[in-house]
Antibody, heavy 125, light 106 residues
Framework: QITLKESGPTLVKPTQTLTLTCTFSGFSLSTSGVGVGWIRQPPGKALEWLALIYWNDDKRYSPSLKSRLTITKDTSKNQVVLTMTNMDPVDTATYYC?????????????????WGQGTMVTVSS | DIQMTQSPSSLSASVGDRVTITCRASQSISSYLNWYQQKPGKAPKLLIYAASSLQSGVPSRFSGSGSGTDFTLTISSLQPEDFATYYCQQSYSMNTFGPGTKVDIK
């Protein structure tokens, strides 16, 4: 059974750096095809994709946020870490991590089939 | 960057209705299109991937179609548990979510 759980601060001040950790079980990020993504959702607004890291350490970032984001993995700890610099009140959102889809035939897609519960982050002084 | 639009932004429907939601990409994305359902306070749930493949465990009343720039999600007979917000996501170039379509009770 695949599970993911986000952890990190609930409140950060403007200009600070946010560090979020996704701790997962039920799969390994050293297995070919596997990936973990980060997606956020401001209150009452739409989903926004942030970043995706693959088993081979390939990384993809949202073009609009690329300069502020860093995604890394620790395979031994089953964790993926997302850092976002220079936080602003508009970054207030629920942040989700999610597992990259592996279908019943063993093929992988950049869709997210298993999500964490999300963690709410408020940016305020 | 690829932009995604959805129409309508919201709709009201009754149980048993056939519901169709449209998603349009700003450029061709082949079949790299996924659909999600989200209920208030919950994480999204994957319904359809690769434009028309039904995710395991998702009821067959959900279906997806389209390729290129225009895609549809169809619910053949709306059930009480289907009242939610639906998002499309392109994965052709990076990833982008659409703005969502809220389906509520008529």
């Amino acid at each position: 059974q695949i599970t993911l759980k986000e952890s990190g601060p609930t409140l950060v001040k403007p200009t600070q750096t946010l560090t979020l950790t996704c701790t997962f079980s039920g799969f390994s990020l050293s297995t070919s095809g596997v990936g973990v993504g980060w997606i956020r959702q401001p209150p009452g607004k739409a989903l926004e994709w942030l970043a995706l890291i693959y088993w081979n350490d390939d990384k993809r970032y949202s073009p609009s946020l690329k300069s502020r984001l860093t995604i890394t993995k620790d395979t031994s700890k089953n964790q993926v870490v997302l850092t976002m610099t220079n936080m602003d009140p508009v970054d207030t959102a629920t942040y989700y991590c999610a597992h990259r889809l592996e279908d019943d035939y063993g093929d992988y897609y950049d869709a997210f089939d298993i999500w964490g519960q999300g963690t709410m982050v408020t940016v305020s002084s | 960057d690829i932009q995604m639009t959805q129409s309508p932004s919201s709709l009201s429907a009754s149980v048993g209705d056939r519901v169709t939601i449209t998603c349009r990409a700003s450029q061709s994305i082949s079949s790299y299109l996924n659909w999600y359902q989200q209920k208030p306070g919950k994480a999204p749930k994957l319904l359809i991937y690769a434009a028309s493949s039904l995710q395991s465990g998702v009821p067959s009343r959900f279906s997806g179609s389209g390729s290129g720039t225009d895609f549809t999600l169809t619910i053949s007979s709306l059930q009480p548990e289907d009242f939610a917000t639906y998002y499309c996501q392109q994965s052709y170039s990076m990833n982008t979510f659409g703005p969502g379509t809220k389906v509520d009770i008529k």
